[in-house]
Nanobody, 123 residues
Framework: VQLQACGGGLVQAGGSLRLSCAAS????????VGWFRQTPGKEREFVAA????????HYADSVKGRFTISRDRTKNTVYLEMNRLTLEDTAVYYC?????????????????WGRGTQVTVSS
């Protein structure tokens, strides 16, 4: 399974971006998917995750109410809609495919990772 995250870019504070995570194999549509982010000098942190059929989602407190994760299983793609972006959201965002059907906040529960896409929020 290969994952490709895209959609990052430069946006002003208060703006919006939508990230996409496309998987190369159909079988990955049966797995949970998570988004994580990392800034220089810091550990990668959990952002949001969704289970295999989109019926359950989970968010970090820092993005709850601003970010929305969703998936289109017919396209084998997971999305992260990011609204009301702040400077603190600046990071490289990674998507990852979980070991099983459910999501997790733990990196070790994810087996395949995309390369990441840079999100930069300016003032």
């Amino acid at each position: 399974v290969q994952l490709q995250a895209c959609g990052g870019g430069l946006v002003q504070a208060g703006g919006s971006l939508r990230l996409s995570c496309a998987a190369s194999k159909r079988t990955s549509s049966n797995n949970g998917v998570g988004w994580f982010r990392q800034t220089p000098g810091k550990e990668r942190e959990f952002v949001a995750a969704i289970n295999w059929n989109g019926g359950a989602t989970h968010y970090a407190d820092s993005v709850k109410g601003r970010f929305t994760i969703s998936r289109d299983r017919t396209k084998n793609t997971v999305y992260l809609e990011m609204n009301r972006l702040t400077l603190e959201d600046t990071a490289v965002y990674y998507c990852a495919s979980a070991r099983g059907a459910h999501y997790s906040v733990r990196e070790r529960e994810y087996t395949y990772w995309g390369r990441g896409t840079q999100v930069t929020v300016s003032s």
